[in-house]
């Protein structure tokens, strides 16, 4: 018998009931946008919109779902969550769905912008293993990508994908039966979050895919544990992040920054003080999730997991609380900060893959599975840089609540300047920009140990862990030059990279009467010298994943 789907409502409903300015539908509004007029009109404006086209190429009379979803700007707590730290999100912008169910296993998925997002569709059913039920959906979705990895256009389709291929592995008998069998959909998407910008526009597709199948199956998933399924969605299209920007776009609040933490998953609150914004500014080069910036991604996550095996190597007495790198913590090991640099100390500064196996025979299979996510890099992995920078990342993300809390906002725009500094390619020395080197030597570290045992605060408060940027190095020249000429300008308190890097979006914290001033600042040193439109806004913390149930 098939099931009643809740809130399925003809289109030519919908757009009577948006065009009803005293409806439900602009009452649940208020609860997503709070009291911005300005992203209410946009967001009925991109409804209408959605459901005109879905209405052109369906039918007014087909009963739809609107589903609304957005992207997200992490501002501290950058490239941990995979290795269980906290991070510190606002919801942002929005991506609608309008979307009917279908009698077979047939996705056709459509945008608005379809000279940007072609026309797709796949039938679920074919694109999983026949006769076969999926035992490790991560080795799985490794295959699947190096069929496809030579091919030069990660299609967006792949996000509706992920998710739908997901669930439906998730419900799958062990006799290989499909149960239930996951319905087909007719989708018409359409956003205005910036794609290729790290701003996670392709989460929001792989969040709004999961709301609707969720619903037009009415399957039931822990809420506790959906960001985490969604997260390993994602696997499919080849990168291995985490799901802080699935749980950011599942929990977004109006004027809230979000600070989630990882396994078991919490989200908690706090606000921006009222005379302070958030302004994004886009570098207009894509961050690209394919080729060379996919190795190089999955290259630093495989850095992490290598510099973990070797401490519980190498420091057995804390072996059995080491889970994750957040776990490298003076608190969490009883043990003084110097303690945690010499922990880090003890990882090699550079290793190439033999290097690895010859230092972790024990963990060869899990190693070699590590390998197989990316190709190996040139100067191979930089294990000792990139766990610094995640062990501090997660002390520097656990601070900001207290920050926003006390007021603190000078130590909050220092925590946004030191993520940035791990990240930085380039710097300014004389008015000219210079290569940055984020190693850390042997001397570099046995001088900060010195300055923690001192006993002389200055120089205690100088080398505290918090205060060490590590070296990530996902950069590029073009954005540290927004990051620099934003923290030149008064009044902002903090600038840094948003999203997995290599291209994308800076995000700062500027005191209110000076962001328009910045804003001019960055169109006159960076866009306009290059002919490039302005790409810069003040943002607005907005509400996650919803189905509009009205």
């Known amino acids: 018998m098939a099931v009643a789907i809740r809130g399925l409502r003809p289109v030519s409903g919908w757009i009577d009931l948006i065009k009803d300015t005293d409806s439900a539908f602009h009452k649940q509004l208020d609860s997503i946008y709070g009291s911005n007029s300005g992203l209410r009109i946009e967001a009925v404006r991109m409804c209408l919109c959605t459901l005109g086209a879905f209405a052109e190429r369906f039918g007014l009379d087909r009963s739809v779902l609107v ?16 290795r269980g730290g906290s991070v510190n999100p606002i919801a942002v912008k929005h991506v609608w769905l309008v979307v009917e169910p279908r009698d077979d296993d047939l996705v056709l998925a459509r945008n608005v ?17 026949a006769r076969r039920k999926i035992r490790d959906w991560d080795a799985w979705c490794h295959d699947e990508y190096e069929k496809r990895r030579h091919d030069p256009a990660v299609t967006w389709s792949n996000y509706v994908r992920a998710a739908t291929l997901y669930f439906q592995h998730l419900h799958t008998t062990d006799d290989s039966r499909f149960a239930p069998v996951i319905r087909g959909m007719n989708m018409m998407v359409y956003g205005s979050v910036p ?5 996670s526009s392709s989460s929001a597709i792989v969040m709004l895919t999961t709301e609707a199948v969720l619903r037009i199956n009415d399957l039931r998933i822990d809420p506790a544990h959906l960001a985490e399924h969604c997260g390993q969605a994602e696997w499919y299209v080849g990168t291995r992040g985490g799901y802080s920007d699935h749980a950011a776009i599942l929990s977004g609040k109006p004027g809230a920054i979000l600070h989630i933490t ?5 989200v908690d609150s706090a606000a921006l003080p009222a005379d302070y914004s958030f302004v994004l500014a886009n570098s207009l080069i894509q961050a ?10 999955n290259s630093r996550v495989a850095a992490y997991a290598f510099g973990l095996m070797m401490i519980r190597k190498l420091f057995p007495q804390h072996a059995d609380k080491l889970e994750y790198l957040r776990d490298v913590n003076p608190e969490k090991l009883g043990v003084e900060q110097s303690d945690i640099l010499r922990m880090v100390k003890s990882l090699p500064l550079s290793a190439r893959r033999d290097d690895v196996l010859k230092m972790l025979p024990e963990c060869e299979q899990e190693i070699h599975h590590v390998f197989r996510s990316h190709e190996e890099p040139e100067q191979g992995y930089p294990i000792r840089q990139v766990c610094l920078y995640g062990i501090t990342e997660c002390i520097r993300a656990d601070m900001v609540p207290q920050c926003l809390r006390a007021g603190d906002m000078k130590t909050f725009g220092e925590l946004i300047n030191i993520s940035h500094d791990g990240d930085r390619v380039t710097k300014l020395v004389g008015g000219r920009r210079a290569a940055v080197d984020n190693s850390y030597p042997d001397e570099r570290i046995d001088a900060m140990i010195r300055d923690l045992e001192s006993g002389d605060p200055g120089r205690m408060s100088r080398a505290a862990l918090w205060r060490q940027s590590g070296g990530y190095d996902v950069s590029l020249p073009e954005i540290d030059m927004l990051v620099d000429i934003a923290l030149a300008s008064p009044g902002v308190i903090g600038a840094g990279l948003v999203g997995a890097g290599m291209g994308g979006c800076i995000v700062l914290v500027v005191e209110d009467k000076y962001a328009p001033g910045v ?22 913390p907005v509400g996650g994943l919803c189905t509009l149930d009205v």
Not at 67 to 82: K, L
Not at 195 to 199: H, I, Q, S, T, V
Not at 519 to 540: C, F, G, H, K, S
């Open 67 to 82: 589903i609304r979803s957005a992207g997200r700007v992490n501002v501290v707590g950058t490239h941990i969550d995979h």
């Open 262 to 266: 990882a396994s078991p998953m919490t």
């Open 519 to 540: 804003i001019e600042n960055m169109a006159e040193q960076y866009y306009r010298p290059r002919n490039l439109p302005v790409r810069e806004e003040i943002i607005t």
């Open 113 to 129: 912008e379809s000279s940007l997002f072609p026309d797709e569709q796949f039938r679920i059913s074919q694109c999983l293993p």
């Open 288 to 297: 690209k999730k394919q080729a060379g910036a996919r190795d190089a991604f």
């Open 195 to 199: 794609r290729a910008a790290g701003l």
